[in-house]
């Protein structure tokens, strides 16, 4: 099986979130699917500022360190998970700003979607991103995890914990994400 280097990217930043508990049991799974070399990139960790970059994303001529980082880090993965609660309805700024941040380092790769919440499970937050990235030329895969009433998989110790059904859509979402990877590779190459 071809490995493809997969960013995981926790997008939830605020004091007591359990995006890095839903993104440690995802990157398990993700590790544990045998296909993917794992980057967990966590937002609040990377402190990216508000876009402050004095020249177009597309041009990729960066002129801060912050953005290089970025840049070289989106290029080298093939593929993403975003691990993302649904806040007010929609999804994070941080997470629109991580996006924003670059443009020609996305393309042609695909991503699927972790989403959290309460009765929607997220799924009103990714309906809203996904016009978003396929402005970006990323492709939403079908195959999703939605966790409506996120808290109740969540133990004392701030630990997340999965049934046997969020279990089988992790795993095929990553599935159809390595299928997808595979597929959009000769877009990312330099020919294309």
């Known amino acids: 099986m071809q490995s493809f280097?997969?960013?995981?990217l926790i997008a939830s930043t605020?004091?007591?979130?359990?995006?890095?508990?839903?993104?440690?049991?995802?990157t398990e799974?993700?590790?544990?699917?045998?296909?993917?070399?794992?980057?967990?990139?966590?937002?609040?960790?990377?402190?990216l500022p508000l876009?402050?970059?004095?020249?177009?994303?597309?041009?990729?001529?960066?002129?801060?360190?912050h953005t290089k980082r970025w840049s070289e880090r989106v290029d080298a993965a093939d593929a993403f998970l975003?691990?993302?609660?649904?806040?007010n309805h929609g999804y994070t700024a941080p997470l629109k700003n991580a996006l924003d941040y670059v443009f020609e380092e996305w393309a042609y790769k695909p991503v699927g979607l972790v989403s959290y919440g309460g009765v929607s499970g997220g799924t009103r937050?990714?309906?809203?991103?996904?016009?978003?990235?396929?402005?970006?030329?990323?492709v939403a895969i079908t195959e999703a995890v939605a966790i409506p009433f996120v808290r109740q998989h969540i133990d004392e110790d701030e630990r997340f914990h999965a049934n046997d059904d969020l279990n089988g859509a992790a795993k095929a979402m990553l599935d159809e994400v390595a299928?997808?990877?595979?597929?959009?590779?000769?877009?990312?190459?330099?020919a294309a």
Do not use: C
Not at 82 to 87: A, D, G, K, L
Not at 127 to 137: D, E, H
């Open 125 to 138: 937050a990714t309906q809203l991103l996904k016009p978003v990235l396929a402005g970006l030329k990323l």
């Open 51 to 65: 876009v402050d970059e004095p020249n177009h994303p597309r041009l990729r001529q960066y002129t801060k360190d």
């Open 29 to 47: 799974v993700a590790e544990q699917h045998g296909g993917f070399d794992v980057d967990v990139v966590d937002l609040a960790d990377l402190d």
């Open 14 to 26: 605020r004091p007591g979130r359990i995006g890095p508990a839903i993104g440690e049991w995802v």
């Open 179 to 190: 299928r997808w990877a595979g597929a959009l590779a000769p877009l990312r190459s330099p």
């Open 5 to 8: 280097r997969l960013m995981i």
């Open 82 to 87: 975003f691990v993302m609660p649904e806040y």
